[in-house]
């Protein structure tokens, strides 16, 4: 059974701050959210957890091996190198849409996301050492099938970006109502998504779903482990396995 700990990230009173004391330039607002990314990537991924940027002023991260502290740590760093702070929620959940919930209902209640009064929140919990398992998070990454001779070398970078992304919309959707899962595109045609514990059967419905809807086909390989560096490495030999069997869906378990 999973045990995913996610983090809700959310810039503190970003809007307001964006027009004060007059519009910024778009490009400086761009720049500052990726290297933000980037930063808060780094800082989580060499502790093993996964993060997405999601709409930038807000970021989700699989912080599973990850302490309070540890996050305290994180909003420190961004306070001495940028003119924005973070609020934090953390949260575990059998399924990673619930953790995710739990953790944005904590950030709520701390105040609203464009509240000046609300900085550097840390609410919420982590999972204790003595609960931690080796299968707390299931990770899966989808690729879509031959997508170089599909799509990148017969249409226009934007429309195969169209079709790309049509494809993780329709997986997006199926997999957040279906199994409380979190699907995230991570570039090119690969899609990671934070799955509960799920078996072959469900990920082959995914891969039907979208083909039917988006007319995308779609490739998955599976991994599990007790952080998302663990899971998201075994999903990625899982999918090497699909590329070099012709199959669908690997699990590597």
């Known amino acids: 059974m999973t045990n995913t700990q996610v983090t809700l990230l959310q810039i503190d009173n970003?809007?307001?701050?964006?027009?004060?004391?007059?519009?910024?330039?778009?490009?400086?607002?761009?720049?500052?959210q990726s290297r933000l990314y980037a930063d808060v990537s780094q800082f989580v991924g060499t502790r093993d957890g996964y993060v997405f940027f999601t709409r930038f002023d807000n970021i989700i991260a699989v912080t599973n091996g990850l302490s309070l502290e540890d996050h305290a740590l994180l909003q420190e760093s961004v306070d001495n190198?940028?003119?924005?702070?973070?609020?934090?929620?953390?949260?575990t959940g059998r399924?990673?849409?619930q953790a995710l919930s739990d953790a944005t209902t904590l950030l709520?209640?701390?105040?609203?996301?464009?509240?000046?009064?609300?900085r550097e929140c840390l609410e919420g919990r982590t999972i204790d050492d003595a609960h931690r398992?080796?299968?707390?998070?299931?990770?899966?990454?989808?690729?879509?099938?031959d997508a170089t001779g599909e799509y990148?070398?017969?249409?226009?970078?934007?429309?195969?970006?169209?079709e790309i992304e049509q494809g993780y919309a329709s997986l997006m959707r199926y997999m957040r109502r279906a199994h409380d899962s979190l699907a995230f595109f991570v570039g090119g045609d690969n899609v990671i998504v934070v799955c509960p514990d799920l078996e072959a059967d469900a990920y082959e419905e995914a891969i039907h779903h979208v083909e039917d809807e988006a007319d995308v086909e779609l490739q998955v390989g599976v991994g599990r482990g007790d952080v998302a560096h663990e899971a998201g490495m075994a999903a990625k030999h899982a999918l090497e396995g699909c590329r070099a069997n012709g199959t669908r869906v690997e699990l590597d378990w």
Do not use: C, M
């Open 133 to 145: 398992t080796d299968g707390d998070v299931q990770i899966a990454h989808f690729d879509v099938i």
């Open 14 to 32: 970003y809007g307001p701050w964006t027009v004060t004391p007059e519009p910024r330039r778009e490009a400086d607002l761009q720049t500052l």
């Open 95 to 97: 399924t990673p849409a």
């Open 108 to 118: 709520q209640e701390a105040g609203s996301a464009q509240d000046k009064n609300r």
């Open 81 to 91: 190198r940028y003119p924005v702070t973070l609020s934090l929620g953390v949260a």
């Open 152 to 162: 990148t070398d017969e249409l226009n970078a934007f429309d195969t970006f169209i």
